[in-house]
């Protein structure tokens, strides 16, 4: 009965040892007599029992790793608090194995040492705006390194930068500041528009007024000058009839005796008008227009019989 039980022991020693059942998305790595044999892939698996073992599992899974927090200097002189997280995967379950003696701590240092010599040569500024810059220069550096380890470093990320009270104090005046800035420049920009479009409306105002005027001055001028023609052209009739009137028979008589009366007139109106009493200096013309008046009119009036 005890040897059976013996037997049995050995059997499911055996058992364990032989079969071994390798999950999906890892990878173990088999040494015979102490020594590199094989990869095992997922699925189920045989072993040498006592001559082969599984010295090593890895995940083929990414991994996320958090970066612990350090202080790094820029180029100004300025401390950083930065923090981070890196993702890599296992590619090469060998090298994983033997190529460092743990692989992890070797790429958080690597990490911590290519992040700060990145910083070290950005000034305060430059860190925020190049994060992308640094985390692209960070992974190039890792991927490098990490080839011979068979890990492949697939992001890092910055998740903070954290500068000393003092500078972010002053990160903030300096924002306020801007903005200030902004502001005002937008208010007299806002001011000189507004004077622009006022001098530009004055502008357009006073020509449209100045057209106004020009062209009422013109309307003026075209209407006097039709009156003038007006005028000229009825003087000019009246004057073609007079001349007409005194191609007639009679005419002459007839412009002869107005203006013996016209003169007449004119002599009457001045001695009434006037206390000194202007007289021709030849008295025989005044005579000679009354004369010449009573003979045109007796002679008028004989024709008239």
């Avoid at 994060?131 to 903070?160: F, S």
């Avoid at 990160?171 to 528009?193: H, P, V, W, Y």
């Amino acid at each position: 009965m005890e040897i059976a039980l013996v037997v049995l022991v050995i059997a499911v020693i055996f058992i364990v040892r032989t079969f071994k059942i390798v999950p999906q998305q890892q990878a173990w790595v088999v040494e015979r007599l102490g020594k590199y044999d094989r990869t095992l892939t997922p699925g189920l698996k045989f072993l040498v029992p006592f001559i082969e073992r599984v010295a090593y599992k890895h995940s083929l899974k990414e991994v996320p790793l958090d970066v612990p927090s350090q202080v790094c200097i820029t180029k100004d002189n300025t401390q950083l608090q930065v923090d981070g997280i890196l993702y890599f995967q296992v590619t090469d379950p060998m090298r994983a194995s033997y190529g460092s003696s743990d692989y992890i701590v070797a790429i958080t240092q690597l990490a911590q040492t290519t992040l700060r010599s990145v910083i070290g040569r950005m000034e305060l500024d430059k860190t925020f705006e190049e994060r992308d810059l640094i985390n692209a220069t960070v992974v190039q550096a890792l991927d490098e390194a990490a080839l011979n380890w068979g890990v492949k470093v697939l992001r890092y990320e910055i998740k903070d930068l954290t500068p000393p009270a003092e500078i972010l104090r002053a990160m903030q005046a300096q924002i306020t500041a801007e903005r200030e800035k902004r502001a005002l420049i937008a208010a007299s920009e806002g001011r000189r528009q507004e004077q622009i479009n006022i001098a530009t409306g004055e502008r357009e105002a006073f020509i449209a007024r100045s057209e106004g005027e020009k062209q009422a001055e013109i309307n003026t001028a075209q209407g006097q000058a039709a009156a003038i023609v007006a005028v000229a052209e009825a003087t000019a009739s009246a004057i073609r009839q007079v001349a007409a009137a005194i191609q007639e028979p009679g005419g002459d008589q007839a412009v002869q005796l107005k203006v013996a009366e016209k003169a007449v007139e004119a002599y009457a109106q001045l001695a009434q008008k006037n206390n000194t009493m202007i007289v021709p200096g030849n008295m025989s013309e005044v005579s000679g227009l009354i004369g010449t008046a009573m003979a045109l009119i007796k002679g008028g009036g004989t024709q008239a019989r």
